[in-house]
């Protein structure tokens, strides 16, 4: 297997080549290892690699400053003009301004981009597992058809993700690959003597599209018995407060319609057609249930702004979702005039997850809980989402608790 490392820090690239060179199958041969594109570029024509590593803040030449716009530059070589196209390229930084910014560039080529830490090994395990991957002695890949009891997908590795691996579920150290960019971290919950498999992963971009795809792509390798996606939504300030959970008993795409042209006045008119998707009522039901309860409630509080312990509630009702991230006043007014005058909730995944969950083979128990991170208007901001991704997590949990022997 060739790898090229196209990094400058060498902390990074000393400690992985360590790890590298022990896997069978890797000899010291098979790394090339550069600090700057322009060697990385001469590399690359003459060598067809298997896996480039790619350091995103990196210098054009040795003489030359970082600059994120080599790496861009690199990718587009990489995918316009090199004649010796690499099959995996994964991008590792450690400046967490350009995670979100370089994700979407990555992701457009089906990509990923590792966030580097000196406090955790996850972008190290991460890399190993695709290495492993292509190599084909990851012991997972050979029995991908073992089915899990509970599926969980995130739209975002932080804050949503990371709060599902927070839960004491005996989360397995590594994560592993199971497709060309999924990475999967598998646990268990014991229950009453009765241990559930469970796996979780998050989705390589927001939104209904790349949600439904991994969905889908998922269901038939793992064959869940349940699927529940938690995250953050923007909430409907009359029915929510910050920190809320909300069960998705109802989602569709809000912006799903025709675009009409009236032919005496020339006015141009959208004429909206929803789409609505359920969960069960008996899920719904045990949604109702759990949310009486004073014990899980207690476990939702935080302190607000003002250092006041505020004590959020689970709601039941409509969230809706869209292509867009939402921080105005008007997108929450204008779906309550014309679509529910209850909507609780908008964001961008739930709609696409329910469609993927109804549309498989067979129908897994599906449901979705997001917390309320904010308004979703032009006050908009993103100091709650940690709050708000865990409360979605202590709710799944102690739904799981309650009345996972009710659904498996």
């Given at each position: 297997?060739?790898?090229?490392?196209?990094?400058?820090?060498?902390?990074?690239?000393?400690?992985?080549?360590?790890?590298?060179?022990?896997?069978?199958?890797?000899?010291?041969?098979?790394?090339?290892?550069?600090?700057?594109?322009?060697?990385?570029?001469?590399?690359?024509?003459?060598?067809?690699?298997?896996?480039?590593?790619?350091?995103?803040?990196?210098?054009?030449?040795?003489?030359?400053?970082?600059?994120?716009?080599?790496?861009?530059?690199?990718?587009?070589?990489?995918?316009?003009?090199?004649?010796?196209?690499?099959?995996?390229?994964?991008?590792?930084?450690?400046?967490?301004?350009?995670?979100?910014?370089?994700?979407?560039?990555?992701?457009?080529?089906?990509?990923?981009?590792?966030?580097?830490?000196?406090?955790?090994?996850?972008?190290?395990?991460?890399?190993?597992?695709?290495?492993?991957?292509?190599?084909?002695?990851?012991?997972?890949?050979?029995?991908?058809?073992?089915?899990?009891?509970?599926?969980?997908?995130?739209?975002?590795?932080?804050?949503?993700?990371?709060?599902i691996l927070a839960l004491p579920w005996n989360w397995e150290k590594n994560t592993?690959?199971?497709?060309?960019?999924?990475?999967?971290?598998?646990?268990?919950?014991?229950?009453?003597?009765?241990?559930?498999?469970?796996?979780?992963?998050?989705?390589?971009?927001?939104?209904?599209?790349?949600?439904?795809?991994?969905?889908?792509?998922?269901?038939?390798?793992?064959?869940?018995?349940?699927?529940?996606?938690?995250?953050?939504?923007?909430?409907?300030?009359?029915?929510?407060?910050l920190g809320d959970v909300i069960v998705a008993e109802a989602s569709w795409n809000?912006?799903?319609?025709?675009?009409?042209?009236?032919?005496?006045?020339?006015?141009?008119?959208?004429?909206?057609?929803?789409?609505?998707?359920?969960?069960?009522?008996?899920?719904?039901?045990?949604?109702?249930?759990?949310?009486?309860?004073?014990?899980?409630?207690?476990?939702?509080?935080?302190?607000?702004?003002?250092?006041?312990?505020?004590?959020?509630?689970?709601?039941?009702?409509?969230?809706?979702?869209?292509?867009?991230?939402?921080?105005?006043?008007?997108?929450?007014?204008?779906?309550?005039?014309?679509?529910?005058?209850?909507?609780?909730?908008?964001?961008m995944e739930i709609y696409g997850f329910y469609e993927a969950c109804t549309s498989?083979?067979?129908?897994?128990?599906?449901?979705?809980?997001?917390?309320?991170?904010?308004?979703?208007?032009?006050?908009?901001?993103?100091?709650?989402?940690?709050?708000?991704?865990?409360?979605?997590?202590?709710?799944?949990?102690?739904?799981?608790?309650?009345?996972?022997?009710?659904?498996?």
């Amino acid at each position: 297997m060739k790898m090229l490392i196209v990094d400058n820090e060498p902390r990074r690239y000393r400690r992985l080549r360590e790890e590298l060179i022990s896997i069978d199958g890797i000899v010291s041969s098979d790394l090339v290892i550069v600090s700057n594109i322009e060697e990385a570029i001469e590399n690359a024509n003459q060598i067809e690699f298997d896996l480039i590593l790619l350091d995103i803040l990196i210098p054009y030449s040795i003489v030359d400053e970082d600059d994120k716009q080599n790496c861009i530059d690199f990718l587009e070589f990489l995918h316009n003009t090199c004649s010796n196209k690499p099959k995996r390229i994964i991008g590792i930084t450690s400046d967490s301004t350009l995670i979100d910014e370089m994700k979407d560039i990555f992701s457009k080529n089906a990509w990923i981009v590792l966030s580097y830490s000196d406090s955790n090994d996850e972008w190290l395990e991460k890399i190993l597992a695709c290495v492993k991957y292509t190599l084909k002695i990851s012991p997972r890949i050979e029995n991908t058809n073992e089915s899990v009891d509970i599926l969980i997908i995130c739209a975002l590795q932080a804050e949503e993700l990371s709060e599902i691996l927070a839960l004491p579920w005996n989360w397995e150290k590594n994560t592993t690959l199971i497709d060309e960019n999924i990475f999967i971290s598998y646990g268990s919950i014991e229950l009453d003597g009765k241990i559930y498999k469970v796996a979780a992963t998050h989705a390589l971009r927001m939104g209904m599209v790349a949600t439904s795809i991994l969905c889908s792509r998922l269901i038939p390798l793992l064959c869940p018995k349940v699927v529940a996606m938690t995250g953050i939504c923007g909430g409907n300030k009359e029915e929510v407060d910050l920190g809320d959970v909300i069960v998705a008993e109802a989602s569709w795409n809000y912006q799903s319609g025709k675009v009409q042209k009236n032919k005496d006045t020339g006015e141009i008119k959208f004429k909206i057609s929803p789409h609505h998707l359920n969960i069960t009522n008996t899920i719904n039901s045990f949604f109702v249930n759990i949310s009486r309860k004073s014990d899980l409630l207690n476990k939702l509080k935080y302190k607000n702004s003002n250092q006041e312990e505020v004590t959020p509630q689970i709601k039941i009702g409509s969230i809706v979702s869209g292509a867009s991230v939402i921080a105005d006043d008007e997108t929450i007014l204008a779906i309550q005039d014309k679509q529910d005058r209850k909507v609780c909730g908008i964001e961008m995944e739930i709609y696409g997850f329910y469609e993927a969950c109804t549309s498989a083979y067979y129908v897994p128990a599906y449901f979705a809980l997001k917390g309320v991170s904010d308004f979703a208007d032009s006050e908009k901001n993103e100091n709650l989402q940690k709050i708000a991704s865990r409360n979605s997590a202590v709710v799944l949990d102690g739904f799981l608790k309650e009345y996972i022997y009710r659904i498996i």
